[in-house]
């Protein structure tokens, strides 16, 4: 399968406690994208990269969030000290970047936070 | 920053009926506008764009409408059938401002 990967595709924890997702994107694209989706509505911007740069963080991001691309190739998105509001889908896309904008969705980790 | 809003959220229709789905966007500089389609419990698909620089797309029995006027986009499927049933959402991006802006979302149930 040569789309975009995310691992975990579940996750459950406890409140307070730190988790860490992973996504790959697809092979040479360079533009990496976070989302948070909620049950009912349409995803909501996280973070970007460029390669290994973090062009934006939204202010959904909280302190408490951190994200990383450190060679440009996979992400990580983590979560430290999480809250039950924390519980969503968190979805991974990739694009090309330059000249293309089509941004293609990785399968989403599920996190639930009791 | 952007606001999409997708009317209805809730759509039902006969198979082979068409289906119509309106977005509006409140940023005129806003130039992208894919449509992504989402099973339940998948990935939102892309099904669909089209560029601010284009008033009508096509492919097969999907097409999309775009008034950069009235800052608005509608995707409408033809000839419908049960396996269009899903999640359809609507989302705009910013020109070198790649961020989507996705709408809520319209459910739509095909009935055969």
């Known amino acids: 399968d040569t789309g975009v990967s995310q691992d975990p595709r579940h996750k459950i924890t406890k409140r307070g406690q730190n988790v860490t997702f992973r996504c790959d994107p697809i092979s040479e694209h360079n533009r990496l994208y976070w989302y948070r989706q909620t049950l009912g509505q349409g995803p909501e911007f996280l973070t970007y990269f460029q390669n290994e740069a973090q062009l934006e963080k939204s202010r959904l991001l909280s302190d408490r969030f951190s994200a990383e691309r450190p060679k440009g190739s996979f992400s990580t998105l983590e979560i430290q000290r999480t809250e039950q509001g924390d519980s969503a889908m968190y979805l991974c896309a990739s694009s090309p970047g330059t000249g293309g904008y089509e941004q293609y969705f990785g399968p989403g980790t599920r996190l639930t936070v009791t | ?112």
């Open chain 2, 1 to 112: 920053g952007e606001n999409v809003e997708q009317h209805p959220s809730t759509l039902s229709v006969q198979e082979g009926d068409s289906a119509v789905i309106k977005c509006t966007y409140s940023d005129s500089a806003s130039n992208y506008f894919p449509w992504y389609k989402q099973e339940l419990g998948k990935r939102p698909q892309l099904i669909i764009d089209i560029r601010s620089n284009v008033g009508e797309k096509k492919d097969q029995r999907i097409a999309v409408t775009l008034n950069k006027t009235a800052k608005h986009f509608s995707l409408h499927i033809t000839e419908t059938q049960p396996e269009d049933s899903a999640v359809y959402f609507c989302a705009a991006s910013l020109y070198n401002d790649y961020k989507l802006s996705f709408g809520a979302g319209t459910t739509v149930t095909v009935r055969a």
